[in-house]
């Protein structure tokens, strides 16, 4: 086996630099504890799960310029939802939301309704009502 | 961190979340357990594929015990006594968990990554079953013992409160657990034979063909007919997929391969048998297999192949894994059983 590629790489990676604990095989064939950044391969795939989640993003961004979709489709992609995981977090039925992507039913909604997309994306509901696009959860602190 | 009852905890970091809470739990107890011994203990090694499942939309392989497997096997062991409470109401929730840290315990959660601030940018997915210690509260914030980081942190009370409610696969539903340990009944040496048999089981006798050595030779007959199924792209992202779910944090390594040797090599001290010893080098062996898979997948995500990378390959390094963990099993299988 290639020692270099079990070994985690030293520089900071994706993880913002933390250092973890991983358990590694000494020489005299034993396993022991280990703390170091995220290992090579480990750092490619979380980075191609992001590009992918990017991608989905500008994808709704471009949806909701065309007019096709309401602000709310893209709160939910760029929270990594899926129309059935935010209609649990709204205490809602799953076609109720997907009604809601649809900007002319997303313009009449009622305050309660918005508030309570509000909380979920820790937004205000003056954004969602604006049509506001604010930073997905994991990037707003 | 002197103003209340339960300001301090003795934080040691781990690889993986549930063993590393249960390790340091039983330790405030007065009792030196690594988490390599909970987690073998706890039974924690396993593999599934459950295409079934979807996780972002992707097919579910894991590489460990269902989440809750492994306090619930130590809620099993004598002189080991788990209180464990799930929630239908958040307040109510919230007021037990600070009911607990009043009452000057440390508390196990599980919780939703997604929810939780203090966790790096990259990993916040929408994963449910993360484990963690809130052992204080100062003001709006709980003291947090997160195993897989370096130092304990601290959460606002309201990412708390969410993170115990996420909703989705593996919903926690607010639970929260504690756990008792009485010093002079409690030991993990009398169970360690018995633990390695139920790994066994399951990785060798399961009858599903989701499960166990079946399982990864399952997955590899699956993972050669992707690129064909679900086009290039769709592929690549299921086989990242895997990769993540072998190596992210909370693994330890090569989908726990490597932690679950250091437990064998700990019990082979232990009980002072050398099979045991050997059989942890063989599982070091699958565990390097699993890396080169994890590897040479990478190595094909980001279209950088080496001579000899394929999909075909691919599935060979998974059967060679399959086949090595098979005779480590059997092998583990006929100690359990057999005489000493």
Known sequence: MAMDSSHPSREPDINDGLRIINYRADSDGRC???????WQPVNIVNHQAWQEIEKQIGAAKRRIAAGTASCLYYYMIANQMSPALLARYTDQPSWLVRLHLRPFVFKRLGRATLQKYADVFQVAPADLAAGE????????? | ????????????????????VVANLIYREGID??????????????????????????????YRGVAGQIIKQFGRLPGCSVHQQRFGDRDRAMAELDGALAAGRAVGLQTGV????YFPRALRFHFNAHNLVVYGKQGDD??????????PVRCPAADLARARFASGALAPRGKMYTITVDPAVFSCRPHIEAAIGGVCRLMLASPLPLIGIKGMRFLAGRLVRWPHRLGRERAVLHLGHIVRMQEEIGTGGAGFRFMFAAFLQESADLLGAERL??????LIQAGDGWRRFAAMAARICKERRQPGDSWEALADQLRGCAAREETVFQDLRRWSKGPR
């Open chain 1, 133 to 141: 696009l604010k930073a997905p959860i994991y990037q707003s602190r």
């Open chain 2, 114 to 117: 997604f929810w939780l601030p």
């Open chain 1, 32 to 38: 022991r504890r280990h703390q170091g950044y995220g």
């Open chain 2, 1 to 20: 961190m002197n103003d209340h009852p339960c300001p301090s905890f003795h934080h040691r970091q781990s690889a993986h979340c549930e063993s590393g």
């Open chain 2, 33 to 62: 357990l690594s988490e390599a011994m909970a987690f073998g203990v706890g039974r924690g090694l396993f593999f599934g594929y459950f295409p079934f499942i979807r996780i972002n939309g992707l097919p579910l392989v894991t």
């Open chain 2, 142 to 151: 709980y003291l947090v013992s997160d195993p897989v980081f370096p130092e």
């Open chain 2, 277 to 282: 010893s050997d059989c942890s080098k063989a």
